[in-house]
């Protein structure tokens, strides 16, 4: 069964950095594009970044903008996510997931999703 395989996360204080890293699921085609989201307790799924597979372009939620960077490796089939700058508000379990229709921040639109790596950031 295909499924992400996220790792990397752990417990941090403000303003540290942390490396995330998804094991894509199966080949990825250039149209496809791999996204990473976020749920924090008692909220929803939230799209963090993503990377289109074929270009490299990323893209980001307004939230990590400036602090965070995406980066795919085609021969490594994997997606990093280099979080700086980190916040409580960053807190979370981080999943990584395919969208086979391209360019999305709603969470319906992927699949393969893996298990999640949790991020803890304490002030």
């Known amino acids: 069964q295909l499924q992400a395989v996220e790792s990397g996360g752990g417990l941090a204080q403000v303003g540290d950095s942390l490396r995330l890293s998804c094991a894509a699921p199966?080949?990825?085609?250039?149209?496809?594009?791999m996204g990473w989201f976020r749920e924090a307790p008692g909220k929803g799924r939230e799209f963090v970044a993503g990377?289109?597979?074929?270009?490299?372009?990323?893209y980001y939620a307004d939230s990590v903008k400036g602090r965070f960077s995406i980066s795919r490796s085609t021969a490594e089939n994997t997606v990093d996510l280099h979080m700086n700058n980190l916040n409580p508000e960053d807190t979370g379990v981080y999943y990584c997931?395919?969208?086979?229709?391209?360019?999305?921040?709603?969470?319906?639109?992927?699949?393969?999703w893996g298990q999640g790596t949790q991020v803890t950031v304490s002030s």
């Open positions: 990377v289109r597979w074929g270009t490299g372009r990323p």
């Open positions: 997931a395919l969208s086979q229709g391209g360019l999305s921040t709603t969470a319906s639109d992927y699949k393969y």
């Open positions: 199966g080949r990825i085609y250039s149209s496809h594009f």
